[in-house]
């Protein structure tokens, strides 16, 4: 007959069976070396050994009907010895028996235990924790129920395989480093700008496509230019397969399959895309990118565009000294590139003392720290007043540029924007505040293609300044104010982000487009006016809303904003979490998701113990 007190030895043995190998756990892993690393480990394996043998008098004692359980207990506990002695074999007495670390002299077999000691001592411990809380929940039962002890044993087997199992796949998965793409593909279709820029040829173009028969790629690329071909017939398609025509491709510079030709005249460009589908995955998914830079490099002539220099601008390669260093425009001088552009550098060594090279499609002044010299301004000013183009970025800490800014009908105020309902929150700081967002767009037609996306092409301001028109108003100049900041946003004069007593609070604008006509015959005179050179700069860019709103103005500014509109994109959008948020995920996923399973496993388990009773009740009734 068993007693609540045999039962409680029992769990005491299992305690200290267990406190002998956290005690070597911690000499391994805490303490690491020294005399007080073996003490302290000898020590665990002579608690763990003595829990054991004290195990196995019991079992000798026990009566009939529990020497059984007490056998399984007493195999766990052996399981577990076995688990430690694979880890001194491991170690430091492997390194006795063979004079170097097993490691070192047979490092597969090393490997194997590495792997095989943990795994065994969770079947030992999980099992073992399960079977003690079975016994102690018939503490005062008259005969101890064999079948529920050994459903409690194999639940913790189970259990222990399961978590081995997960971690060997893991493993497994991570050395074979295999993956599968299961996420939807789609070439991209023709958009509407690059549709846009083949009805304006005004010469033929000739599209040559060099792909073998029933490729997948070249479908792809087929079926691109069949959607294209309707909108002009000066537009020609042509699909060969190099290998059967090698001097029509050695003519055209293509010396295998993979690839598209565009031509006109002499003048041609090549995108290679391959034959592996997967391999040219990424360039199908932005095909219409890719085709439309390169429309532009043989069907328009080539632009050139100055960025000034010399005055803290952000399209400096060096910053001033002194001064903190600001987020370039490297991305921005990539974009205008993709678009045809050339871009190149003007400062006063360049001439910009003197004037404008004649040969500049638009000037752009972006950021300055410090102001221009008079002789430059005077520069700016005078091709502005022939027909120039400017673009012109400013900042509430940089220069307020009011020489240039007066004959465009502007002023800055020198007084940075903020809003404290929409912002964009960085840093989690007071200061997010002056990290603008906004889609309130015009009409005009330097932001056609953000009119067109609406909520979806929102562009970031980090850092505006306050702009306001000049009264009176500049005779014959236009002012069009296509991006205004959201009606909450004030002019935080006293820089505290909140607002205030004096602070006006209205719609500001954000980017101004200025444009002066011109008598017939000459170009207009045109300039866009930013209130923040961040949003054009390095990181703000990758937004669609920034970086349609630099296209859109340097089409407008070069006179071609007809070619605006939306380029087709079949890329995933990554997604991006903080770090709190990626912190989250992970305990999330690692702790709540198990803990979650196995409190619905406890309550259904708890219910069906519940119910087996009632039950019995029942059926001993009825008899």
């Known amino acids: 007959m068993s007693t609540p007190a045999s039962f409680g030895t029992g769990l ?98 090393s490997g194997v235990l590495s792997v095989l000691f ?88 000739q599209v040559t496509v060099f792909f073998p028969p029933a490729n997948e790629v070249g479908e792809a690329v087929r079926q691109y230019f069949r959607d294209l071909a309707p909108e002009s017939p000066r537009l020609g398609l042509e699909v060969l397969d190099q290998a059967v025509e090698p001097a029509r491709g050695k003519a055209l510079g293509v010396s295998s399959n993979g690839s598209v030709v565009l031509a006109r005249g002499d003048r041609k460009e090549i995108l290679t895309l391959g034959l592996d589908p997967e391999r040219a995955r990424g360039q199908l998914q932005r095909l219409d990118a890719e085709v439309q830079r390169r429309l532009l490099a043989v069907a328009k ?51 910009l003392g003197t004037e404008v090279p004649r040969d500049a499609s638009l000037v752009a002044v972006l950021g300055p720290t410090h102001e221009l010299l008079p ?37 800055s105020l020198r007084v940075p924007l903020a809003n404290d309902r929409v912002f964009f929150r960085a840093t989690r700081q007071q200061s997010d505040r002056g990290n603008l967002g906004t889609a309130n767009f015009s009409s005009h037609p330097s932001v056609t293609s953000l009119s067109a996306l609406g909520s979806q092409g929102a562009v970031a301001f980090l850092g505006a300044v306050a702009l306001e028109p000049v009264t009176p108003p500049v005779p014959g100049v236009m002012l069009d104010t296509s991006v205004r900041a959201h009606p909450e946003t004030f002019a935080d004069a006293n820089g505290d982000f909140e607002p ?15 444009e002066r006509p011109a008598p017939e015959g000459k170009p207009a005179s045109r300039a866009v006016v930013m209130a ?73 388990t708890r219910r069906r113990g519940r119910r087996a009773p009632r039950s019995a009740a029942v059926a001993g009734g009825a008899r």
Not at 80 to 94: H, K, P
Not at 534 to 546: K, T, Y
């Open 12 to 109: 005491a043995a299992t305690g200290a069976f267990v406190a002998g190998l956290v005690a070597v756990f911690i000499a391994e892993r805490v303490l690491g070396a020294g005399s007080g690393r073996v003490a302290l480990a000898a020590l665990g394996v002579g608690v763990a050994v003595a829990a054991t043998a004290w195990r196995v008098v019991r079992m000798l004692a026990a009566p009939v009907a529990r020497r059984t359980l007490e056998r399984w207990v007493l195999t766990l506990y052996g399981l577990g010895l076995l688990a430690l002695a694979l880890y001194f074999v491991r170690g430091d007495v492997g390194t006795a028996l063979v004079g170097e670390p097993l490691s070192r002299s047979s490092p597969r077999l």
């Open 375 to 411: 002789e430059e301004v005077a520069a700016l000013r005078e091709y502005w007043e022939r027909g120039g183009r400017l673009w012109i970025a400013l900042e509430p800490d940089g220069a307020g540029l009011e020489p240039l800014l007066r004959p465009l009908g502007l002023r």
């Open 532 to 604: 923040d050179a961040d949003a054009v700069g390095d990181g703000i860019l990758g937004n669609v809303g920034n970086a349609y709103l630099a296209v859109d103005t340097l089409r407008w500014l070069s006179g071609e904003e007809a070619l605006s509109g939306v380029t087709t994109s079949e890329e995933d959008v990554p997604i991006q979490h903080t770090r709190s948020q990626d912190v989250a995920w992970f305990y999330a996923t690692v702790f709540g998701v198990p803990v979650a399973v196995l409190a619905v496993g406890f309550f259904v």
């Open 500 to 514: 205030g007593p004096g602070e006006v609070t209205k719609a500001w604008p954000l980017v101004v487009a200025v």
């Open 118 to 205: 943990p795994a065994l001592l969770l079947c030992a411990l999980v099992p073992l924790a399960m079977v003690e809380a079975a016994l102690v929940a018939m503490a005062r039962a008259p005969v101890p129920e064999t079948g529920r002890v050994r459903s409690a044993l194999f639940s913790g087997l189970g259990v222990a395989f399961a978590v081995v199992f997960a971690f060997a796949a893991t493993y497994v998965a991570t050395e074979a480093d295999a993956s599968w793409d299961l996420s939807y593909f789609r070439t991209a279709k023709p958009g509407e700008a690059t549709r846009k820029l083949v009805r304006g040829l005004n010469e033929p173009l």
């Open 301 to 351: 002539p080539r632009r050139i565009v100055y960025l000034t220099g010399g005055h803290g601008e952000r399209a400096d390669t060096r910053p001033v000294p002194g001064e903190a260093v600001r987020p370039s425009v490297a991305q921005l001088k990539e974009l205008l590139r993709a678009q045809n552009v050339d871009v190149r550098t003007l400062t006063v060594a360049e001439g």
